[in-house]
């Protein structure tokens, strides 16, 4: 039975529509809202209501650019949490609405099994059982996957996630928002040995990222005495001794999860997986550990409906719908 859905991201602030047609994803339109960049990180209501403009074009241009008319839509796909409640709202109440005009079955998707099911819209696929590091602005998680529909949690943060972690640290050396990026491009131009910063000594698989943005910060007060524009000649190596201690705490963990569960397959996910230094030092790890690894296309890391597609269709394969009265979880488990 041939498959076509129509899925929708709108969790934090990209506007995200694609479609997917037998588990081909034929496109994967995203709307960016660049109306956060002056507050220095998002606005939630600012959020909704630039959700709430984008999305009708942004369907529409996946509809259009798919070269699918509705009629031949057989369900319909949203993000179902976690996020931010208003602008799940917008996407969820769209996607509603399109399920029940075409008498459709409606598809809700959790972003963070969509974010990891990622790695299934193009080959090589992971093979299960399969770990999955998955960083974002929100999340930090080590994901046991063990086929599409069933993920374990084996560890996550206790407080920040790392992308906030990139974020705030990049806020503080007055780098414009979303600061990871900025951040991984200047710590390409330095020596990660410059500075040290502690890591943290969470036990077992948890994360905790908000001692290294209070070491840092810190850090630069005491500089700034010394040398008051000691960040401004120094930020190549700042940034790259971050960047540095961020990803070994990241690392740390993957590695102590491989060895307990004794899986070699071994994948990222998520925003910060675009982050060349992790990238980077997952691929030294593979040779060390013997590791086949899986790092999704950098379009693909970010928030974007093509994930959310992929998710639904396991989901649609294995008949699993839901009713027109759900609601959005902004706090939403595996
Ligand atoms: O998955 P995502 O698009 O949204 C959430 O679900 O949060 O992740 C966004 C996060 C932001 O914190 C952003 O700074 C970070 O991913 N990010 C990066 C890089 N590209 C995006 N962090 C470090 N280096 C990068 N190259
Ligand atoms: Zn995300």
Same mark, same amino acid.
């Given at each position: ?11 934090? !602030? ?12 034929? #496109? &994967? ?6 109306? %956060? ?6 606005? $939630? ?5 630039? %959700? ?42 769209? +996607? ?6 075409? #008498? ?5 998707? #959790? ?14 696929? $992971? ?19 063990? &086929? ?52 943290? !000594? ?37 940034? +790259? ?25 071994? +994948? ?20 060390? &550990? !013997? ?12 928030? #974007? ?6 998710? +639904? ?11 027109? !009265?759900?609601? $959005? ?6």
């Amino acid at each position: 039975m041939s498959c076509t859905i129509l899925a929708i991201e709108s969790s934090c !602030d990209e506007t995200s529509a694609a479609v997917i047609s037998d588990g081909k994803i034929l #496109n &994967n339109i995203v709307a960016t809202q660049s109306v %956060h960049e002056k507050y220095g990180g998002v606005v $939630p209501e600012l959020a909704s209501r630039a %959700h709430q403009q984008h999305l009708i074009p942004v369907v529409a241009e996946a509809l259009r650019t798919s070269g699918v008319s509705k009629k031949d839509l057989t369900a319909v796909a949203f993000t179902r949490g976690p996020g931010l409640m208003g602008a799940l709202l917008v996407g969820g109440s769209f +996607a509603k609405a399109f399920a029940y005009a075409l #008498n459709i079955p409606l598809i809700e998707v #959790n972003h963070m099994e969509a974010h990891v099911l990622a790695h299934f819209i193009e080959k090589p696929y $992971p093979e299960f059982p399969f770990i999955c590091l998955t960083v974002s602005g929100g999340h930090t998680q080590l994901v046991l996957v063990k &086929n599409h529909l069933n993920m374990e949690v084996l560890g996550e943060t206790s407080d920040d996630a790392v992308g906030e972690a990139f974020d705030k640290i990049a806020k503080i050396l007055g780098l414009p928002y979303p600061g990871g990026p900025h951040l991984d491009r200047l710590a390409g131009k330095g020596n990660p040995k410059a500075y040290s910063f502690p890591l943290s !000594d969470m036990k077992g698989l948890a994360f905790s990222f908000s001692g290294i943005k209070t070491a840092v910060l810190y850090f630069l007060k005491e500089n700034i005495k010394q040398e008051p524009d000691f960040i401004a000649t120094h930020l190549e190596d700042i940034c +790259a001794s971050v960047q540095f201690t961020l990803v070994k705490m990241l690392m740390q963990k993957l590695v102590k999860a491989s060895r307990e569960h004794q899986i070699l397959e071994v +994948a990222i996910a998520g925003g910060v997986s675009a982050n060349s230094g992790l990238r980077n030092t997952l691929k030294e790890a593979a040779l060390e &550990n !013997d590791w086949q690894i899986y790092l999704p296309k950098l379009e693909y890391c970010t928030d #974007n409906a093509a994930m959310v597609a992929m998710a +639904a269709h396991y989901k649609y394969r294995a008949g699993i719908f839901c009713d027109l !009265d759900i609601s $959005p979880l902004a706090k939403m488990k595996i």
